[in-house]
């Protein structure tokens, strides 16, 4: 088996990257930007990232977490919040079924509380191979919970953004929970809490155009694809081919709307310095 | 009618726009430009004008009659800077105690180079952020086409309308269609799942009322828009975020 690797992230149907089954499968497998050949634990144990050319791959939003939270201190909530096809919409039901098979998830956003570096924040991470982690009411609701809570317990908000979108399968009522996740962000930042995003490959659609671009401090892994229209949609509509590394993390820092590029092995030391900088009492 | 035929009915060229809504039910509509950072984005109107003798604040995505002039408001798909100058008249209406008005009408916040460069989905996130705490009445009223996140920008409101042949959708049927079945001639059956129209969304809870279109059209929204802002005029700030807010709160939960 190899990584495999769509034309374009958000036309990737199922697993677009290798999960960790894959990797357990096969010993050795070819780097699919640098070529040189990694070992499957080795991969692993670099937190999905290419030792030589340091190419992100895919991780899993449980795997973020556990990177990012102190041992032992992540306390999940909501774990079994479920969708239903509230419009009837055709194939969601099978769509849904795939979705938790391929995930092990019920939907695509695992949300909770947890300590980093020493200090308690709620956090939430997108899951990629739930619906390439769209966003429909559940995910919707369990993130606007996620800041209420974190808003009564005066705490910050760590989230790691990943999402084609709104979810079509629950039309309008995926629509509304954009404004339902932003209207959270807001009392949360309103009353002075913190709130970093960072944000993955790919963040898009719906989720760019709410609480992941509303974040205080904005984050990316690098070579991300961030943006409103996904690449095919925009190459359509102007009828010219895009610039390589358009939409990607370099650009978004170059044009001003992410904060830093931060490598996923540094994430943790680095999201603990700013909390650290956040907490201190003058 | 089916659903498709609404949509068919809300992109029609001759249907009214903002500009016709504008000038029929306000009066002394003075227009304001610019988001101060960039430019002054054409697919979006904003202004101030008398409601009843009572100040307001009105943003409008127009698409235009003439040829000429569709293709000058870039047929009703806003840049960034479209949804920066509305919030900035938002903020203003905030600062001068003036209800704001917004009317829809667009397939979708514009997909382009310039567009992403500027920040498409910032622009929108900022608008959805600020506007669920805006402490002055705000109320939307989706005229024509509310195409997705970009109709969204203009749309967290503490009541929000659709008139009888207006549609309000997460996705375009046809995107929806080529999605679902490869094929977006199909856009017809994909209108029927989406739950696009105005009878749908009442039912569902994602809109407040439908404003029945005719010969009254005009002088109904007037004295509904009216009653509506003397309502809210009268609650408190904190009661009138609030209900914006639990408006929103209580949608898929
Ligand atoms: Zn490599």
Redesign the interface.
Known sequence: MRFRKPKNALEGHGRTAPGVSDIVEDSAIPCVKCKKTLAADELENEKFVCPYCRHHYKMNARMRIHMIADTGTFNEFDKDMAPRN??D???YDEKLETARLQSSESDSVICGECVVGGIKVAVFAMESSFMMGSM???A??KI?RTFEHALKENIPVIGYALSGG?R?Q???????????T??????H??AGNLYICILTDPT???V???????ADIILAEPNALI???GPR??EQ??RKK?PSG??RSEFQLE???IDQIVYRKRQKAYLTQLLQMHTHKN | MTAYERVTAARDKKRSTSLDFINGIFDDFLEMHGDRRFADDKAIITGIAYLNNIPVTVIGIEKGHSIRERSMRNFGSSHPEGYRKALRQMKLAEKFNRPVICFVDTSGAYCGIGAEERGQGQAIAENLMEMSTLKTPIISIIIGEGGSGGALGLAVANEVWMLENATYSVISPEGCASILWKDSAKAPEAAECLKLTAQDLLELKIIDKIIAEGDLLIDGLRSQLVTSLEMYSKMKTEELTDHRYNRFREIGN
């Open positions: 509230i419009l919409f055709p194939e429909g009411s559940v919707g609701e606007t709104a079509m629950e039309g309008m009522v995926s629509l509304m929970q954009m404004a339902k932003s209207g959270a962000v807001k009392r930042s309103d898009t659609g719906g760019t155009a709410s609480f992941a671009m509303e943006g409103f229209a949609v925009i509509t102007i895009l358009f939409q044009h001003g709307f």
